[in-house]
């Protein structure tokens, strides 16, 4: 995608081809770090969930110092850059983007070092402290020193609205982090016999590996697009003069609102690592591992699996902000409210499907990464349709972060994480593993409604044409979903959906005819035209698929 300045493109255009290859960044990112369960899982047996607890509860401290370490900076840059781009000012992009790459070796270096030193005392389940939990906290802090350099490097791209080279690092960084796990988890649980402990600080460690070469391929992307960005720089207005100090103060005044609000899903996943075990463990009798184990259930392993299709939603969010920031600099309110609704159908076309046709094929798919569970399937049930709030909460957050609304966001967070924090316990002791999921939705969906009802008011985006289609695009799911448990019901009949090598059959299957259904369905009604745009048409056309 060239660099051209905002205010030349069509916006339509650009939130589509950039929401494609951050599509194509966070899925197969998503995919492989799905994919590597498999033999991982088989290969950590008979440890795997709790291996698998022991991960979650390191991730989620992990992502929430990846969010300081970084400080939101990434999303300011993208946004910030693409405000001086719209208005011809590249050279204060760049600087932007050079002063922000010193703040974030400074505070990789200070998070590294306290997620170091606080492990002992973040390494809790809510009931007691666990020194495994410290180990393999202790071996992420390393990948911190890495990822805000990583982030802005990202950020840079994005707010070019080039978003090639981000989903490209997507792709190596987590194909490397896969490989460094892969092969350190054979050679100490296959090959050496080795401690489980020990191989799953290897596996977190790989997110430092990862970092690495996510950092060369992003290097070698500035290298080759350096003559087009100091074609721009050179040629920029230069009648915007900013202060280093007032770009440090523009960068943080920015950025302290993206820390809270990019940690949102996060704050609810905290709610549940120190609640769930002390809650679940006053309304049942269970052991420890037990309880460990049901976490594992709902915190990972689904988790894992819904994480694929949020992913779409991630990948449309980081699109959505710098073009709505740039339309936000520019005044332009129509645009504003056409991009509203480009974000908003889009996601809704894709993630409600996704949903429902893994919601359809839950226990198969459950199969195939972790071994038959029926206790694991259901939960990955529900979390499957969990995934549609957690979708439309991060698309919603970006779109009022793109038009500084940042003060509003977190008022939303707050009052959302007051419910689920309210509701928690209530939902535990009524549908108990189930209860925190349950929990998250009712937090999100207030969430959601009042964001919803804020843009209708102030930005006057068609709420109505996106009714509509949310109408159409529900029910070709409903209907593509029970398409797919019919084909499920039959192919039963011959295959066992226990079985890890026929599990993937009636997967494979059963989503080829759900898929090819939503798709006719979609093309024939018009619905995908109109969403797409006109750029599908010749695509139908070369496939000979009639409208």
């Known amino acids: 995608m060239k660099e051209n300045n905002l205010k030349e493109q069509n916006t339509q255009d650009t939130f589509i081809k950039g929401s494609a290859w951050m599509t194509f960044g966070s899925i197969t990112s998503r995919i492989l770090g799905a994919l590597y369960i498999i033999p991982w899982f088989i290969w950590m047996s008979p440890y795997g969930n709790i291996a698998n607890a022991l991960t979650a509860r390191s991730y989620n401290i992990y992502s929430i110092f990846i969010l300081i370490s970084t400080a939101g900076i990434p999303g300011a840059v993208a946004k910030q850059v693409a405000k001086y781009n719209a208005l011809n000012e590249y050279g204060v992009g760049r600087k932007l983007f050079h002063r922000g790459l010193v703040l974030m070796i400074v505070l990789g ?8 030193f606080a492990s002992p005392f ?22 911190i020193l890495l990822i805000p350099v990583l982030s802005i490097m990202r950020g840079y791209f994005q707010g070019y609205a080039d978003m090639m080279p981000s989903a490209m690092s997507q792709f190596v960084e987590q194909f490397a982090r896969v490989a460094w796990m892969l092969l350190t988890a054979y050679v100490i649980m296959q090959v050496q016999h080795g401690n489980f402990v020990d191989a799953v600080v290897q596996s977190n ?13 992003l290097c070698w ?22 202060s280093t100090a007032a770009l440090f103060k523009e960068i943080i005044e920015q950025a302290i609102p993206f820390i809270i609000i990019d940690a949102g899903i996060q704050l609810f996943y905290l709610v549940d690592q120190y609640t769930f075990h002390p809650m679940i463990a006053s309304v049942v009798k ?7 184990t049901w976490y594992a259930l709902f915190a990972l392993n689904a988790n894992k699996l819904i994480m694929i299709i949020v992913s779409l939603a991630s990948a449309m969010a980081v699109t959505a902000i710098p073009l709505l920031s740039a339309a936000h600099a520019k005044h332009d309110f129509a645009g504003i409210s056409k991009q509203i ?17 893994m919601a359809a094929i839950a226990t198969p798919i459950y199969t195939i990464f972790y071994g038959f569970d029926q206790l694991g399937s259901n939960i990955l049930y529900l979390s499957a349709f969990t995934s549609i709030t957690l979708g439309m909460f991060t698309v919603l957050m ?25 509701v928690q316990y209530p939902m535990i002791y009524v549908f108990k593993v189930f209860g925190p999921l349950v929990a998250t939705n009712l937090g999100m969906f207030v969430i959601i409604f009042l964001a919803l009802k804020h843009l209708e008011v102030v930005y006057d985006f068609n709420q109505g044409r996106t009714s509509r289609r949310f109408i159409g695009i529900t029910g070709f799911s409903l209907i593509m979903f029970l398409i797919v448990l019919g084909v499920e019901k039959v192919l039963e009949l011959f295959l066992s959906p226990a079985s890890r090598l026929q599990a993937p059959i009636i997967v494979v299957v059963a989503v080829l005819v759900g898929g090819i259904f939503y798709a006719a369905a979609a093309i024939k009604s ?21 409208a």
């Open 109 to 116: 270096v200070a998070s590294a070092a306290i997620m170091y």
């Open 122 to 143: 973040l390494a809790s389940n809510g009931s007691r402290s666990d020194p495994r939990q410290v180990a393999v906290m202790r071996s992420l802090s390393y990948a």
């Open 205 to 217: 460690f790989a997110a430092a590996i990862g970092a690495i070469f996510g950092i060369l391929i």
């Open 221 to 242: 992307f500035l290298l080759s697009r350096r003559k087009k960005l100091n074609y721009l720089v050179e040629n920029s207005e230069n009648e915007i003069q900013v």
């Open 286 to 292: 269970a052991s420890y591992n037990t309880i460990e």
């Open 341 to 357: 609704g480009n974000t908003l159908d889009l996601f809704l076309f894709v993630m409600i499907p996704a949903a429902f046709g």
């Open 398 to 422: 970006a779109i009022l972060q793109g038009l500084s609304e940042n003060g509003l966001a977190i008022k939303y967070l707050v009052l959302g994480l007051i419910i689920k924090l309210i």
């Open 526 to 546: 018009n619905l995908a035209q109109k969403i797409l745009g006109d750029k599908i048409v010749p695509l139908l056309a070369k496939l000979h698929i009639k």
